[in-house]
């Protein structure tokens, strides 16, 4: 399994992805989210690059992936082939790019949906692509599934995930709207990101965090593993501890807890 996460608000669009990958009893690390355009290198992994630098290219387009890590290489080396080739088409918006993506993922599925199914597996390559090319007005996300066919994000809902999802859908649902700070922004995904490698034993460290801004529309790229982020870890476990011990005492403490003495509460909100 995977964790990708995709968020678009007022400043900007972010992306999160995990680097853990299991296969049977092995556990190894790779990066699934790659840069893909006319003036990227093509298949980038991002993690190979200094943390915190700005990337080349801001006619680059992202693809994260949830799936069988073979039809996720196969359908992305199919994508930077017609990218270089002679006669590709000029990618203008980010449909144009999600177009071509689907192209090479139904080939991929013509090619291998057969065999794939005499194995016992399913073909079940998830993708989030996102970026912002010429003729977008902002940066933007689409959320590809195996078939082909996908949906966008928006205002409304500004955020998309693929992989393991559950976990940390909370969080973002609570915490996150589009008009929310790009830095608070980048704390909920990890939030997310944590809650679910917590519960999930095929998400992991190290992760991949990208940033588009909608002011430079440049890509920047960082890349941190389990002790870069233990201070915030420490953090969010502390308080998490410190609120449950200060949430006002629910209706069930004195039927429940012996000797306990009851208090007049005051509703602060309904949630």
């Known amino acids: ?38 003036t990227q290198n093509t298949a980038q992994n991002v993690a190979a690059t200094t943390a915190g630098s700005a990337l080349p290219g801001k006619q680059a387009f992202s ?34 790019a999600v177009a071509i993506y689907s192209k090479c993922l139904r080939q991929v599925a013509e090619e291998d949906r057969g065999a794939i199914s005499e194995s016992e597996l399913s073909f079940n390559l998830h993708a989030i692509v996102a970026g912002q090319l010429s003729d977008d007005a902002t940066p933007t996300a689409y959320l590809v599934y195996p078939e082909g066919n996908w949906i966008e994000i928006g205002r409304r809902t500004p955020y998309l995930s693929i992989g393991s999802t559950a976990y940390g859908k909370p969080i973002l649902d609570r915490g996150l709207t589009y008009d929310t700070p790009m830095l608070t922004a980048l704390k909920l995904a990890y939030l997310s990101f944590d809650s679910t490698r917590l519960s999930a034993a095929d998400v992991g460290f190290p992760i991949d965090v990208l940033t588009l801004s909608s002011e430079d529309s440049g890509w920047r790229q960082a890349h941190y593993d389990y002790d870069d982020l233990r201070d915030q870890r420490v953090w969010w476990n502390e308080h998490l501890k410190q609120l449950a011990n200060e949430m006002p005492d629910g209706p069930w403490a004195e039927r429940l807890v012996p000797g306990h003495d009851p208090k007049r509460l005051k509703l602060v909100s309904d949630d």
């Open 1 to 38: 399994m995977t964790y990708c996460l995709a968020i678009k608000v007022e400043e900007g669009l972010l992306l999160l992805a995990d680097g853990r990958i299991t296969s049977g009893n092995q556990v190894t690390n790779a990066s699934k989210v790659s840069l893909h355009g006319p």
């Open 63 to 96: 693809v994260m992936t949830s799936g069988l890590r073979s039809l996720r290489d196969k359908t992305l080396s199919y994508l930077d082939r017609d990218l270089k080739s002679p006669d590709a088409p000029k990618l203008r918006t980010m449909l144009d």
